[in-house]
């Protein structure tokens, strides 16, 4: 993830895309159109000139993984209708499992909402104890004590 990578390598220093290409393996002209949409959404600062390149817009602890995902125009769309009311998944009905996906769908996003830069980078993502988790965890125990 370039942002990832910007924010551990950059600080208040730019980095230029061409070094985020080599160590992500992405091209650098699909860097620029990536970094040209997140510089509009201010999630990213760019410099112009000999040590130009891109710096963070804000510090990584206020950017949340949602907000890189919807400044790229990336959903988490898991259903084929894309989403939209009305629309079907197939030939004119919803699929037998649409609601399973779309329920998906809403808990990834309401993670990665929750989820910010810095979590990605010190490798603890924002979680909440999914609803019925503790429950679950508590049977689980009480099961390893019989």
Request: some cysteine; proline content about 3%; glycine content about 12%.
């Amino acid at each position: 993830m370039a942002m990832a990578d910007l924010a551990l390598r950059g600080g208040d220093t730019s980095v230029p895309l061409s070094q985020i290409s080599e160590r992500q393996k992405i091209t650098v002209a699909y860097l620029e159109q990536i970094f040209q949409q997140l510089r509009k959404a201010g999630l990213v600062e760019s410099a112009r000139g000999r040590s130009g390149g891109y710096k963070l817009g804000r510090s990584p602890a206020d950017i949340t993984i949602s907000e890189i995902m919807a400044a790229v125009e990336e959903g988490v769309r898991m259903t084929r209708c894309m989403g939209h009311a009305g629309e079907t998944c197939m030939q004119g009905e919803r699929c037998l499992t649409h609601n399973l996906w779309e329920a998906l769908g809403g808990q990834i996003e309401a993670f990665l909402s929750r989820t910010t830069l810095n979590d990605v980078l010190t490798g603890i993502p924002g979680q909440l104890p999914a609803a019925g988790e503790a429950a679950w965890a508590g049977a689980v125990d009480r099961g390893a004590q019989r």
